[in-house]
């Protein structure tokens, strides 16, 4: 009997319970009103639920009561839940809103150009670093095809918008780099010294940066190392310039990349013309080794590089009239850890130490110049997502450097001096969107120089505003700051940091197909180095009394595949320049800058011939000169420069592949202007050189052998 | 009477056990209906859905993602395409969690990437091949005879290879081998993968394969 009433209560509880079906209705819509169709409507923890109709309505049952939480959800929008009393849930009206994490949202950094793996930005993809034809796989040469970049071919350092090549300041992986170019003499460029197979995707800004990176007057390269390597394999690259070898070793946490390089010059002359006397061509060792760990929170990334070089030529002094042997000696080390990690879902922190030393010494006949680096580099900063619509970033970080000259004669020491300081900075940025088109980036940087006592606070703003599917436009304002250079620092610290001031508008045009940007800035600066020459290789009176202006346009266009298998992108850089440091007598454009600068770099794929062709041509108008016989300052402007180089990767088979690269294939005659002596001749007249570039083309073979386990794969990533 | 009430316990246990069980059941079969109909919208919902109630559960997740990858490879939009590739990602990392070390999610994650690289080659294909492979591999170690995992290997290497405008008759061999794995499913939950088979015998055809 007891049983018996157990059992009909028992089915009648659940006959109860299955009987008790709630409604659960509403419609789910955009904040204009617009139905969204498809999202996920459900009651969490339970099967209950049901995605939305044409119209946007939803109605499902369910055998739940009491609160519980319904949760309302669609791709691209941001995830809703409401809790509430199930027999509430009905004829509800629930807006979603676009979520700003989505990769149609307003991009705020609008003014970097990056290559990488990050479509959403990229205007360089992973490849282009290393497959522009001229770039000869020089990574900061490929940057030059960017637009903001003034090229110029006997220096090869990079030169954003005016200023000059200490302006821009180079990180990899956001640690500093402190001697990132090559030293040479004679008027042959320099390269960047980093393999581009190390770097999974670069970032470059000629323009306002965030907050993050300081001592930088015109621009930042960061260049990211690749997080993951592909496979263990080695790699053996014989060139008629040297060879190299590597070797990567890939467990399942870590991985170990080496390689290594000897380059000699010696070989390539003896076949080539050139207008430089050698006495050493260049020769040099350089290595790499990087080590990868991934912890359960992060990764974990070792780099070290090094390298020495000497190179030593003939050239003619213009004042005494006789040949002097010129000798340069060059030590590299640069290493750098870094550790990423997530602290939680919404926190992440990056750390990173990096130190550099570098010694050049430089032989004049019997005068000796030594310089010498010494850099420490230690940043830690934090990024908080609050929610999709803000995120905080902020950080610290401290830069020491010393730096050394020793200028002797005949071992005869006659100037020594060296000068270290401390720079500790502190700075903040916040990414707020008001929505997903509208958006802003407000930052601030405080740094202090333990030499000048100096203090500044650089304020930073960028501003974004996504007016269609595929077109963007952005303004940024911003201060920087950046010491002098460290000659001036030894001879007087009563000096001051140099200041420019950004000002820039963008617009970002996007499809699959093409991508347009145009820019315009102004950049002003003031409180520039000014001294002056008392004797040749000797300066005085060093104040911050210069000041100028940069303004320009910049355009970029990139087409791809727009003709099948032809990729291509076209830059063009308008600028006005105009300053008085140094020892300029009134205000000028430094010789550095020219004012139109017009690169084409096509790349054409032939799948029959399995082989890529790459044709690259750059153009930059007159350089300006002085000319000391006449009377205005930096009038004289040089014939304009055109170079067309073109580049041929053929794929033997998978493992192996032939690169042949040639520039400037019509041998057009460059000219870079005149230089003149020092000071006038017997007849009142200077002496007078034409500067022409050391080699008038310049031609590379390589072929590159892979030797891994997986035969499919190839160095052609790396051409 | 507490025998009794044991017993009704024990009777109300396996009640709910078997409604849920059945629920589970029923959900998963609408679900893959769903998907058949090419409603892949509601059937990745439906999945979703399920999984967040089977948190334990890495088969609703798993499925959740395979329906937004598979559909990735049709769907023109990048902005679409990237976001279900994102969300699908998701998915993989939640099934991870329910069941880790496991052969099929590892490799569906390889076919996730490659849903990337399909989308912009020219960006994803340098950055992620290596992954993909890595994946595919690893999923094979887990369990070297996931007929699935050899197949998206193999797949990918063709995939290679045409570019390349290479024969592709060479992997007849290798595609031939996978073939019989697909036979013996693996014995346990009623929806765990065994499909496959049909793709493998499409790609033999457009190899050239006898």
């Not at chain 1, 089915?11 to 509403?26: D, K, P």
């Not at chain 1, 190179?311 to 040949?323: E, P, T």
């Not at chain 1, 006659?414 to 500790?424: A, D, L, M, Q």
């Not at chain 2, 008759?169 to 036979?183: I, Q, R, V």
Request: aromatic residues 12%; charged residues 20%.
């Amino acid at each position: 009997m007891k049983l018996k009433t157990y059992i009909s209560l028992f089915f009648l509880l659940v006959s109860v319970s299955h009987n008790a079906q709630n409604l659960v209705s509403g419609i789910v819509t955009e904040k204009s009103g617009e139905p969204i169709i498809g999202a996920n409507v459900f009651i969490e923890g339970s099967y209950d639920g049901t995605t939305s109709e044409l119209d946007g309505s939803f109605s499902f049952e369910t055998s739940l009561s009491g609160d519980q939480v319904l949760s309302i959800s669609f791709l691209g929008y941001e995830a809703k839940k409401r809790t509430l009393p199930v027999e509430e849930m009905q004829n509800l009206i629930i807006k979603l809103r676009p979520s700003a994490a989505t990769l149609d949202a307003v991009e705020i950094t609008s003014s970097t150009f990056k290559a990488g793996d990050n479509s959403k930005v990229a205007v360089l993809k992973p490849l282009d670093m290393v497959t522009t034809a001229g770039s000869m796989g020089d990574v900061v040469a490929a940057i030059q095809s960017l637009p903001g970049t003034q090229s110029n071919a006997d220096d090869g350092r990079l030169f954003v918008r005016g200023g000059d090549a200490r302006e821009t300041r180079i990180f990899i992986d956001g640690m500093r780099v402190f001697s990132p170019y090559t030293r040479t003499i004679g008027g042959t460029p320099s390269r960047g010294r980093y393999s581009p197979f190390l770097f999974k995707g670069v970032s470059f800004s000629t323009g306002g940066y965030d907050a993050e990176f300081g001592q930088a007057l015109s621009g930042i390269l960061d260049m990211n190392t690749i997080d993951e390597p592909k496979q263990t394999e080695s790699n053996l690259s014989l060139m008629t310039v040297g060879l190299g070898v590597s070797h990567t070793h890939k467990g399942d946490d870590s991985s170990v990349s080496f390689s290594g390089s000897y380059i000699d010059l010696t070989p390539y002359y003896l076949l080539a013309p050139t207008r430089l006397n050698f006495n050493t061509p260049f020769r040099g060792f350089s290595g790499e080794l990087v080590h990868r760990h991934k912890t359960s929170k992060g990764l974990i990334k070792n780099y070290i590089a090094g390298d020495w070089g000497i190179v030593g030529v003939f050239q003619n002094n213009l004042d005494s009239g006789l040949r002097e042997d010129v000798d340069v000696d060059n030590k590299n080390i640069y290493t750098n850890s870094t550790y990423n990690m997530i602290l939680s879902d919404k926190t992440s922190l990056k750390m990173g130490i990096s130190l550099g030393y570098n010694k050049d010494v430089v032989e004049v006949d019997d005068f000796r110049l030594q310089t010498s680096l010494k850099g420490m580099h230690i940043k830690g900063a934090f990024k908080r997502i609050i929610s999709d619509f803000i995120s905080l970033s902020y950080g610290a970080e401290v830069t020491w450097q010393e730096d050394g000259v020793n200028k002797s004669s005949t071992g005869v020491t006659f100037y020594n001096g060296t000068v270290s300081r401390y720079i500790p900075a502190a700075f903040t940025s916040l990414d707020y969107f008001f929505s997903k088109d509208l958006a802003f980036q407000l930052g601030a940087r405080y740094e202090y120089n333990s030499l000048l006592e100096t203090n500044e606070i650089n304020p930073r703003l960028t501003l974004a505003y996504k007016m269609g599917k595929n077109d963007q436009i952005s303004g940024a304002i911003g201060i920087y700051n950046q010491e002098l250079g460290p000659e001036s620092l030894q001879t007087n610290n009563t000096l001051i940091n140099e200041k420019s001031t950004h000002y820039l508008i963008n617009y970002n045009y996007k499809t699959d197909k093409n991508i347009i940007r145009l820019e315009g800035y102004y950049k002003s600066y003031k409180d520039l180095l000014t001294y002056q020459n008392i004797e040749q290789r000797s300066i005085g009176n060093s104040a911050n009394g210069g000041d100028g202006a940069a303004y320009g346009i910049d355009v970029f266009w990139r087409a791809n595949n727009l003709i099948k298998y032809v990729d291509m992108w076209v830059s063009y850089s308008w600028l006005h320049n105009e300053r008085k440091y140094l020892d300029y007598p009134d205000y000028a454009t430094p010789n550095f800058s020219t004012s139109h600068n017009l690169s084409v770099v096509t790349k054409k794929w032939f799948p029959k011939l399995n082989s890529q062709l790459g044709v690259t041509y750059t153009l930059a108008s007159g350089r300006p000169y002085d000319n000391p016989h006449t009377p205005s300052f930096m009038s004289e402007r040089s014939k304009p420069f055109h170079n067309l180089s073109m580049s041929w990767a053929y794929l033997i088979t998978q493992q192996k592949i032939l690169f042949v690269s040639v520039s400037n294939v019509p041998r057009i005659k460059n000219e870079f202007g005149y230089r003149y002596s020092s000071a006038p001749n017997a007849d009142g007249m200077y002496n007078s050189e034409l500067i022409r570039p050391n080699d008038d083309q310049f031609f590379f073979v390589g072929f590159f052998i892979t030797m891994s386990k997986d035969k499919t794969k190839n160095q052609l990533d790396q051409l | 009477m507490k025998n009794y009430i044991s017993l009704l316990s024990l009777i109300i246990l396996s009640n709910i056990a078997l409604s849920q069980g059945t629920a589970y059941e029923q959900g998963m079969k609408k679900a893959f209906s769903l998907w058949g109909e090419n409603k892949t919208t509601e059937a990745s919902a439906l999945f979703e859905r399920i999984a967040l109630a089977e948190k334990e559960n890495w088969l609703p997740y798993y499925y959740a993602a395979n329906v937004l990858i598979a559909s990735s490879f049709t769907t023109e939009d990048k902005v679409k395409t990237n976001e279900m590739l994102k969300k699908a990602e998701e998915h993989i990392a939640a099934a991870h969690v329910a069941s880790p070390d496991n052969s099929e999610i590892t490799t569906l994650e390889g076919v996730l990437y490659t849903g990337y690289v399909a989308m912009e080659p020219e960006v994803y294909a340098m950055q992620y091949s290596n992954k993909i492979m890595g994946l595919h591999e690893k999923a094979l170690k887990l369990n070297p005879d996931n007929p699935r995992a050899r197949f998206n290997k193999i797949e990918y290497e063709i995939g290679t290879a045409r570019f390349f405008g290479q024969d592709l008759s060479t992997f007849c061999d290798a595609l031939k081998e996978t073939k019989p794995l697909f036979e013996n499913p693996e014995k346990g939950d009623a929806f765990f993968p065994s499909y496959g088979v049909e793709r493998l015998d499409a790609t033999m055809t457009q190899c050239g394969c006898e």
